[in-house]
């Protein structure tokens, strides 16, 4: 599976203070791995969502819609180690509840998956989603809301 670095991602570090999640599944680190690719299996069905494109291959685009439109982004899957980390790349934004729509622009988020043995550990990561953004209660809040549900469906 080829990988690609991250532009804004410096030897591993990510920007403090971002949003991270994490839970442990009894599934495989490639089962995990190969559910979270495809964002329609998790990023799904709380505000009624609706999402084009594809987001499993490196490269691939995929615009996001919610809220009745309030929430729209495009993001590039830009980052894919096997069994290992799914990352994608915000390229568009308008959160229109926002003064300042584009807030997402330029951030990260995906998975880290760790094989401990006999369970998996599961770490999303907003990379970017810091508490200084304005967005970051309701963006935090409907992340949490989105894994529990994500955590639930890999249990």
């Known amino acids: 599976m080829q990988t690609q670095d991250l532009k804004t991602q410096k030897q591993g570090a990510r920007v403090a ?15 995990v ?17 609706t999402i084009t494109g594809n987001s499993q291959n490196l490269g691939d685009e ?3 819609l919610a809220g009745d439109g309030v929430h729209k982004t ?3 899957l830009a980052l894919l180690q096997q069994d290992e980390k799914v990352m994608w790349e915000v390229l ?3 959160l229109s509840f926002l003064s300042k729509m584009d807030e997402w622009i330029g951030t990260h988020f995906g998975f880290e ?7 998996t550990k599961v770490t999303f990561i907003h ?25 639930s469906k890999l249990s």
């Not at 203070?17 to 089962?31: G, K, L, R």
């Not at 495809?38 to 799904?44: A, E, G, S, T």
């Not at 998956?113 to 369970?119: S, V």
Request: glycine share 6%.
């Open 92 to 94: 568009e934004c308008r």
């Open 33 to 49: 791995f190969e559910f979270v690719r495809n964002v329609r299996n998790w990023w799904v069905g709380i505000f009624d969502e």
């Open 74 to 76: 495009k993001q590039k």
């Open 113 to 119: 998956i760790a094989d401990l043995g006999e369970k």
């Open 62 to 64: 995929f615009e996001f």
């Open 17 to 31: 203070d971002s949003f991270t999640y994490s839970f442990e599944s009894p599934q495989s680190a490639h089962e």
């Open 127 to 151: 990379d970017g989603l810091v508490p200084k953004f304005e967005c970051y209660g309701n963006c935090s809040g409907a992340w949490t809301q989105y894994l529990n549900a994500l955590k």
